[in-house]
């Protein structure tokens, strides 16, 4: 049985820590110190915390982006040493190619694996549709939304069928009334797809209404705080039921006042 | 019943021409009264003001005759033709070479920095100055005139897709590591397309120095096309001749920049919307 659980631990952080150097002053600035956490098959994990206390750099370094020295990162049991297509990301700024069209751009981690042109269409076209880009197939990203964007970067990381999601702040860039939307949308593709998701915010309603569990860290060097679990079934979230639900509002505001703490510290 | 009036459309001109009426909008009107005020000009300073005109400044009629004459005799085709084709061959090797070259330098920061003050030390000698030690190598012969153009169109390519790569942002290269890109694909769905406009740029800008650098190399070491036309009819006094050449060194470049060089640039610029960044 303990073989069957460490399985299912699809992401595992084990003491990681992070300095980044500081080419100026000498001084190092600490970034990360000291973080574990798991994630589990199919959960989506909420990662929240104040500005700079390190959200990004546990991102980059998770992504096999940013190297670290210290601590370890497994996904799906595999130590992380550089990029690989096994974690998907999506980033907070518009990272789709501008001189690709939509499909193109969905397809591109297919492309990279070598599918062939078939198979990757019909592929492409279930995750077009996943997505609600239906018709806008050959358009090209200056022709979108920032909202359409990021869901074509939603669409291009899913496809490329990762074990792990990673997404930091991927709606922090768009409009409050759209970003409502690809809350619930995002909820409605975790259910669909089942993926293990870790879910970077700054916003805590975010944080409480996606996430089975919500990390909280520190000020920097970021370290783990607290773990909130929030008890909404999947399935019940949408925005109109739960600001009223006190499985949700209860989260909420356990995740704000943990919040709150650091941010106070920072200022007094 | 209240109804909304709906705010009358805008009256569509019948365009009957749209051609023309395309043409006219691009500025074409003005260019064709700045060219006909001035044919009078000339006509007027030739006729009326110069004296000796067929030795100073001969009338535009003249001009016509002398080209009329050489037309007939089939050596202003032939002139066209060589020196045309000495640029395309010229800026495609400069192109060829220094594509790739930019694109290294952009990518790797201690290769550039390395060749960065032997660039800048290049530059500042234009091809014309470099002639003499190309012509004690290779003489009077069409080696010469091409490495010329090629030297000439290798810096500004060089240095816009120098620019061009490194301004691609970082975060497009990672979204492709994370997919599991290899190195040769991130170059060739990232950093190619998106240094392309730097490309086009630098293309243009490369061939229209290429352009004044054939001219200059016929002059001084071709034995055909429109430099060595000029040059050589300047030293028998065939002025209308000469005027004909540097009249059509002009329109020729820009029909070349107009139809095929700017179209290009434009094109790759606008259809990604990289305009807007
Ligand atoms: N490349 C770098 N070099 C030096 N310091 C860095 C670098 N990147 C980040 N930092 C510093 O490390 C700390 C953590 O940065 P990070 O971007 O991970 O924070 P964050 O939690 O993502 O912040 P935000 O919520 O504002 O996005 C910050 O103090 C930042 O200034
Ligand atoms: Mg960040």
Redesign the interface.
Same mark, same amino acid.
């Given at each position: 049985m303990e073989g069957n659980a460490v399985m299912r631990e699809k992401l595992i952080v084990e003491g990681l820590s992070h300095h980044y150097p500081d080419e100026y002053t000498g001084m190092d600035i600490h970034a990360l110190d000291n973080v574990n956490l798991k994630v589990t098959e199919g959960e989506f994990a909420a990662v929240v915390g104040p500005s700079g206390c390190g959200k990004t750099t546990l991102l980059n370094i998770l992504?096999?982006?940013l190297p670290h020295k210290v601590g370890s990162v497994r996904v799906d049991g595999h130590e992380v040493k550089?990029?690989?297509?096994d974690?998907?990301?999506v980033?907070q700024?518009h990272?789709?190619? $501008?001189?690709r069209t939509v499909e193109r751009n969905i397809g591109?981690?297919l492309e990279?694996?070598g599918l062939p042109a078939p198979e990757r269409k019909r592929r492409v076209q279930e995750f077009v549709d996943l997505v609600g880009l239906t018709g806008f197939e050959n358009r090209? $990203?200056?022709?979108l939304s920032g909202g359409m964007k990021q869901r074509v970067a939603l669409a291009?990381t899913l496809c490329?069928n990762p074990v792990v999601m990673l997404m930091d702040e991927p709606f922090a860039a768009v409009d409050a009334q759209t970003r409502i939307t690809l809350q619930e949308e995002l909820n409605r593709i975790a259910i669909a797809t089942r993926k293990t998701i870790l879910f970077i915010t700054h916003n805590v309603d975010e944080a409480a209404f996606l996430g089975d569990r919500c990390f909280i860290f520190t000020r920097r060097p970021g370290k783990l705080k607290a773990t909130v679990k929030i008890n909404l079934p999947r399935e019940s979230r949408v925005w109109k039921n739960a600001v009223a639900d006190p499985a949700f509002t209860g989260a909420r505001d356990e995740i704000l006042s943990l919040v709150r703490e650091e941010v106070r510290d920072d200022d007094g | 019943m209240t109804t909304v009036s709906a705010p009358a459309a805008p009256a569509r001109r019948d365009r009957k021409h749209p051609r023309l009426h395309r043409f006219l909008h691009q500025g074409g009107l003005e260019l064709a009264c700045v060219l006909l005020g001035g044919l009078a000009l000339w006509s007027f300073l030739s006729h009326v003001v110069i004296p000796r005109p067929d030795r100073y400044l001969p009338s535009p009629g003249s001009v016509v005759f002398s080209s009329a004459d050489m037309l007939w005799k089939g050596l202003l085709p032939d002139f066209v033709t060589n020196t045309v084709w000495r640029l395309l061959i010229g800026s495609g090797l400069g192109l060829g070479v220094g594509i790739p070259f930019g694109i290294l330098l952009g990518l790797n920061r201690t290769v550039s920095d390395m060749f960065y003050p032997i660039l800048n030390f290049f530059q500042s000698i234009s091809g014309i100055a470099l002639l003499p030690i190309v012509m004690i190598w290779w003489g009077t012969s069409e080696q010469t005139v091409i490495f010329v153009i090629l030297y000439t169109v290798l810096f500004p390519i060089s240095f816009n897709v120098l620019v061009g790569v490194r301004s691609i942002?970082r975060?497009?290269i990672?979204?492709?590591?994370?997919?599991?890109?290899?190195r040769l694909?991130i170059a060739r769905?990232?950093i190619l397309?998106?240094a392309?406009p730097s490309i086009a740029t630098g293309a243009r800008l490369g061939i229209g120095f290429g352009w004044r650098a054939v001219i200059a190399g016929e002059m001084l070491a071709g034995q055909r096309g429109l430099g060595w036309m000029i040059f050589t009819a300047q030293q028998v006094d065939l002025t209308a001749q000469v005027i004909l050449g540097m009249t059509l060194i002009g329109i020729m470049w820009i029909v070349l920049d107009r139809y095929l060089l700017r179209p290009l640039e434009a094109d790759t610029i606008q259809?990604?919307?990289?305009v807007?960044r």
């Open positions: 992504a096999g982006l550089g990029p690989g297509p974690r998907g990301v980033f700024e990272a789709i190619l $501008p001189w591109h981690g990279i694996q090209y $990203p200056h022709e291009r490329a | 942002p975060i497009y990672n979204a492709l590591r994370t997919l599991g890109a290899s694909q769905d990232v397309p998106g392309l259809r990604w919307g990289l807007q």
